[in-house]
């Protein structure tokens, strides 16, 4: 595929590009190049649900981009812009994200055409269940082929009503709460999940500042604390990002991005208070000791060293990425820059974590949830406790060698087991901490790759293009 000579490319069309220039550094052979770009099925459904006395017609998508891992994993998300081509971009994105991950998913996505403003609780609840019945009929929701998970627009309790619904409809499928993860924990969900692309966000920047040849590289001095972090978002993602980073390293957000404006304090905002005022208010206005603007698009331009984009896809464009001053942009969101924007700021010499790596954290952690729900029972249940009476036997001993009393803080700590958010939390940490170290490796090793992007994509589609030809997919 030839470079594009429009701006206005589609969402799919940006991320064809974005393979076709891993796929030109590596020397695939075209047909199996064909075979990974290609999208497997996408179904669209509509159907009506009486609302207010009145029939209201709803329209939904879901997409299954591969199948060379079983089930096909990805969100579903509920907003008034979404359309097939959207579905289909970020299913792609899903496929290329859990191989480069080592996540054994293929990638799939969902969408429904609603603004969930508008809809009561039990409105919302009486859609989404029969958006459900639809999904399950026509094949695409079940444990072992299509699992989704939330996605903007929808979290919990979504995903609570669509196994429930997964359940009255197969009673005696035992995985049933594997059907969808991002439950809450009182029905089948894991603890960390609900922070879980944020801290892995977290997780990808801390791994990064580990290299220090990709830190120079970038322009950036050693060392994550009192780095000036401008976040745009805030979500579910951009708040938990913005809250561990400012919190556990010491960093500062010194700018928050929403739809209504910018909230900048060159100090370094306090983010959970910042969260308690926007859920108290529902604005960012008002909030004390910071300056509030209207033009939040003009504060992705502001200086800053790292940039973390954690709202919708195309928010850096060929018309700003020229102003762009931040030294790392880190994709917390999926497709926040162009296929244009990216080539102007890969000339710039601004590096880029890319969305298939830095936003993984969420579809690492939905794994551990869909392990835990066919595996029926809790991380760390068996071996907890065994843990913390080996420990404080080995406390004991330190005591009897040494003379000296271990204090009751120091001991709580030492012989403390690990609980189940403990252990998720550190498989998502060696999660993406592996991730990270392949997309180094690679980048410093292959002449035709320059930046991580192409690296992440390289790496996603070479294990793809494996997996087929092992299989005789074609």
């Known amino acids: 595929m030839s470079d594009p000579i429009s701006n206005e490319l589609s969402f799919s069309q940006n991320v064809n590009y974005l393979v076709d220039r891993a796929i030109a550094a590596m020397d695939l052979e075209e047909d199996t190049a064909a075979a990974i770009k290609a999208c497997a099925s996408t179904i669209k459904v509509t159907f009506p649900v009486k609302i207010r006395n009145k029939i209201e017609m709803f329209t939904g998508w879901r997409s299954v981009h591969s199948t060379h891992r079983l089930p096909a994993k990805g969100g579903i998300r509920y907003a ?96 049933y709460q594997a059907c969808v993860t991002g439950k809450p924990v009182q029905h089948g969900g894991i603890r960390g ?111 800053c060293d790292i940039l973390i984009p954690a709202a919708l896809e195309s928010q850096i464009t060929c018309d700003n990425a020229d102003r762009i001053q931040a030294k790392l942009i880190v994709e917390a969101a999926n497709g926040p820059l162009t296929y244009e924007a990216d080539k102007v700021l890969s000339d710039k010499g601004i590096t880029i974590i890319p969305d298939i790596y830095a936003n993984a954290g969420g579809v690492t952690v939905s794994y551990f949830e869909w392990i835990r729900n066919l595996s029926h029972i809790r991380f760390g249940r068996m071996q907890r406790r065994h843990e913390e009476m080996r420990s404080h036997e080995f406390a004991q001993l330190l005591e ?75």
């Open 80 to 175: 008034p812009y979404v359309n097939q081509d959207e579905v289909e971009a970020l299913a792609a994105l899903m496929s290329y994200k859990c191989a480069l991950m080592d996540i054994p998913f293929g990638g799939s996505k969902g969408a429904l055409l609603i603004d969930p403003g508008k809809y009561t609780r039990d409105e919302m609840q009486m859609i989404t269940r029969r958006f459900t019945v639809e999904l399950v009929r026509k094949g695409f929701l079940s444990p072992s082929t299509n699992v989704p998970a939330p996605d903007v627009g929808t979290g919990q309790r979504e995903m609570a009503w669509m196994a429930d619904t997964y359940k009255h409809l197969f009673p005696e499928d035992i995985n």
């Open 193 to 303: 999940r609900t922070e879980a692309t944020g801290r892995g966000v977290q997780y990808a920047i801390q791994e990064f500042f580990r290299h220090p040849a990709d830190v120079k590289q970038a322009r950036l001095t050693p060392g994550l604390a009192g780095k000036r972090i401008v976040v745009q978002g805030f979500g579910n993602v951009g708040f938990h990002a913005a809250r561990l980073l400012s919190s556990e390293d010491d960093a500062k957000i010194i700018a928050v991005i929403k739809s209504e404006g910018v909230l900048v304090d060159e100090n370094g905002l306090d983010i959970q208070a910042l969260h308690d005022h926007l859920i108290e208010h529902k604005t960012m206005k008002g909030f004390p000791h910071a300056r509030f603007h209207e033009d939040g698009v003009k504060a992705l331009e502001m200086e």
């Open 400 to 474: 009897d060698l040494t003379g000296q009393i271990i204090s009751d803080e120091i001991r709580k700590r030492v012989i403390r087991g690990a609980a189940e958010e403990d252990l998720v939390n550190s498989g998502l940490d060696d999660t993406m901490r592996l991730g990270y170290q392949q997309l180094s490796e690679i980048l410093h090793r292959h002449d035709k790759i320059h930046d991580l992007r192409t690296a992440g994509y390289v790496i996603a589609i070479d294990k793809i293009s494996r997996t087929y030809l092992d299989i005789g997919v074609y």
